[in-house]
């Protein structure tokens, strides 16, 4: 070999381990997670991890919060199903075990079911209930809502509408057997494909009344007959289950058989009792089957002396003339009787009775009722006391001044 080509060979080969130094040392680039769908995941819940840099056959293993957890791969990251005996309530760490890296995210939550509240405890039938809270399933297919009793039986299945990131609004069903059922303490449990969560609340589920006393709503008298709006309940159960406590007076169905039938509920009619304490307010209380229902309206009802007015007090007495006397408050249909009493010797000397002899018609301000009765000509001479009574006992009304009539 020459002195000319060994300088040459050298260069060569010195050049030659250079590019091969260079080719080992270039940096691979180093797998780290991008992004993750949800930070709050309850357990079972599905959440997708993006990876930078991934290569899917270098995965070892993954865990969540160091329990090892199901996975997915695709061409970019893992979808990892989160375990379902994980704590709640606490932070859980996904650590990612790669052939030579370990990736790591320390953000996730595990979120309690329920950070909020039910937004109310009495419903029936229909109404929407308002569940609100946090890490709710996505899918709102995936979700059932149901009530439970204190020993874990179903009592009923609600109907979701409509799922939010934060809240669920589901309804009362329409077929629910409300008579057949103790209403009361019902637990809501929400269950996802995996697990189920209970709330910390409970609620009674019941049936609307409406305290109705008949053509006036607000104010009632001993022996008064008043209307209870029975909504949901059945009839039979109504006649045989009902309780009705006005201040500290309480008595059971019947007061007086009375019922209408509407369409969205049916009217019993009760009779307040005589031993009522009269010029106070009243709480009125109806339960059925001992559960106390909700009242729609006012639940409190003003307790006054029933009166009766009439004019004119002095009449032709060779005319027919009708008489008309205002009630202020309304008895039982078909029970008034109208007595004219002596005021020469005290004697009773006439008496209008029933729906025949005394018609009724309801005053245009709703205040009462108006009665009237015939008086014929000839019949009467002389001044008479006023005596008015109602009522399946006969309780007698005060007049409100002067009650004599006087035929001239």
């Not at 057997?177 to 709330?199: H, Q």
């Not at 031993?275 to 003003?302: F, H, M, R, T, Y």
């Not at 006054?304 to 027919?320: G, L, Q």
Request: proline residues 4%; negative net charge; charged residues 20%.
């Amino acid at each position: 070999m020459s002195k000319t080509l060994l300088p040459l060979l050298l260069f060569f080969i010195v050049l030659g381990a250079c590019s091969s130094d260079s080719d080992e040392d270039i940096v691979k680039p180093i797998p780290e997670i991008f992004t993750i769908s949800s930070n709050i995941v309850l357990p079972g819940d599905t959440i997708s991890v993006l990876i930078k840099n991934f290569n899917k056959e270098e995965i070892q293993s993954v865990s969540v919060n160091s329990i090892p957890s199901q996975y997915e791969t695709d061409a970019q990251g893992l979808n990892i199903i989160i375990p379902i005996n994980v704590i709640r309530g606490h932070k859980a760490p996904i650590e990612i075990k790669l052939t030579n890296e370990t990736l790591l995210f320390e953000g996730l939550e595990i979120a309690n079911i329920i950070t909020g509240s039910v937004d109310r405890r009495l419903v029936t039938k229909n109404d929407t209930l308002i569940f609100t809270g946090s890490g709710f399933a996505k899918d709102i297919n995936s979700l059932v809502l149901n009530f439970e009793d204190a020993n874990s039986q179903l009592a009923l299945s609600l109907n979701i509408i409509e799922l939010k990131n934060d809240e669920i609004s589901a309804t009362i069903p329409e077929d629910y057997a409300w008579y057949d059922y103790n209403f009361k303490d019902l637990i809501p449990v929400i269950s996802t494909d995996l697990n189920n969560y209970s709330f910390n609340e409970t609620l009674n589920i019941t049936s609307h009344y409406e305290v109705s006393e008949k053509y006036n709503t607000y104010s009632v008298a001993p022996g008064c007959l008043f209307l209870i709006n029975y909504y949901n309940v059945e009839d039979q159960h109504i006649k045989t289950n009902t309780i009705i406590e006005i201040g500290n007076s309480s008595f059971e169905y019947p007061g007086f058989d009375w019922a209408i039938e509407e369409e969205n509920y049916t009217s019993h009619g009760f009779v307040v009792p005589e031993n009522i304490s009269i010029g106070s307010n009243q709480k009125i209380s109806v339960s059925v089957n001992n559960i106390e229902l909700i009242a729609k309206s006012s639940d409190i009802i003003q307790v006054e002396e029933p009166t009766y007015t009439f004019t004119p007090s002095s009449f032709d007495k060779t005319k027919t003339h009708d008489i008309t006397f205002n009630l202020s408050h309304v008895y039982l249909d078909n029970s008034y009787t109208v007595k004219l009493i002596s005021q020469l010797n005290g004697e009773e000397v006439w008496e209008w009775s029933g729906g025949i002899q005394v018609e009724q018609n309801i005053l245009e301000d709703g205040t009462g009722i108006e009665l009237t009765v015939t008086a014929y000509d000839l019949t009467f001479d002389g001044s008479y006391y006023v005596q008015i009574t109602a009522g399946l006992e006969s309780y007698e009304l005060s007049p409100a001044g002067n009650n004599v009539i006087t035929f001239e």
